[in-house]
Nanobody, 114 residues
Framework: QVQLVESGGALVQPGGSLRLSCASS????????MGWYRQAPGKQRELVAS???????NYANSVKGRFTISRDNAKNTVYLQMNSLKSEDTAVYYC????????WGQGTQVTVSS
């Protein structure tokens, strides 16, 4: 059974940094693409960043230059390093993995506030 478990969410001040982790119960090579999405209150879920099994990355314009997605194949974990955080980054962040279908984690809350 595939499980994706996010961790690392927290309350952080504007300008601060966080690293989110997404641990998979199966090899992350089984996913064609893994990504981080976020959903703020009253808004639709949006793609933040994605990484393919070959390591190609893609970012939303709003996070380019501030966020970095990476993967540790040995640990079956995908990370999202978030720097220079802004209040508008406040959201629940979800991990997603796609092979024949999409799988989601339960989400982790990131709050950027002074």
């Amino acid at each position: 059974q595939v499980q994706l478990v996010e961790s690392g969410g927290a309350l952080v001040q504007p300008g601060g940094s966080l690293r989110l982790s997404c641990a998979s119960s199966v090899s992350i090579f089984s996913f064609n693409v893994m990504g981080w999405y976020r959903q703020a209150p009253g808004k639709q879920r949006e793609l933040v960043a994605s990484i393919t099994s070959r390591g190609s990355t893609n970012y939303a314009n709003s996070v380019k230059g501030r966020f970095t997605i990476s993967r540790d194949n040995a640990k079956n974990t995908v990370y999202l390093q978030m720097n220079s955080l802004k209040s508008e980054d406040t959201a629940v962040y979800y991990c997603n993995g796609i092979n024949t279908r999409g799988f989601w984690g339960q989400g982790t809350q990131v709050t950027v506030s002074s």
